[in-house]
């Protein structure tokens, strides 16, 4: 009994985390959802960021990340409780790291398809990184 309840239990948690695939649109970032930008300082400079949107690097320009460090600041600055969007430059590390967040931490996780290379080939507004 107390293996089904605790299967239960389990099975419950996991539903409630979700990733979603998204393109990015003018409707979702005036919805004022919380935007991550996972993608290096060096792209942020290079083609600017979405206008309020928490930049919070994951793999630095070598290829290396640091989990526990991107976890602590995401945990910080952004309301993890409440679903938000991560950004990157194709969409592909996003994928990756929407995919953990919502597994393995049940985040509610909207991965923007196509990332800043899709958002600027639409003309959506950027704004300059200036840090």
């Not at 004022?32 to 949107?53: C, H, M």
């Not at 602590?72 to 600055?77: A, G, I, V």
């Amino acid at each position: 009994m107390k293996k089904i309840l605790l299967s239960l239990i389990i099975l419950s948690v996991t539903l409630l985390a979700s990733m979603t695939n998204e393109y990015p649109s003018q409707k979702i970032l005036d919805s004022k959802i919380p935007i991550v930008d996972i993608r290096t300082p060096g792209e942020w400079k290079e083609t600017g960021i979405i206008e309020n949107s928490i930049t919070i690097m994951f793999w630095d320009e070598k290829g290396g990340y640091d989990v526990n460090a991107f976890l602590t600041e995401l945990n910080q600055k952004v309301d993890t409780k409440k679903p938000f969007a991560l950004i990157c430059r194709t969409g592909s590390r996003t994928s990756v790291v929407a995919d953990f967040l919502a597994k393995k931490l049940n985040y509610d996780v909207i991965n923007f398809l196509g990332g800043i290379v899709y958002l600027k080939a639409l003309n959506l507004k950027t704004v300059p990184y200036e840090k």
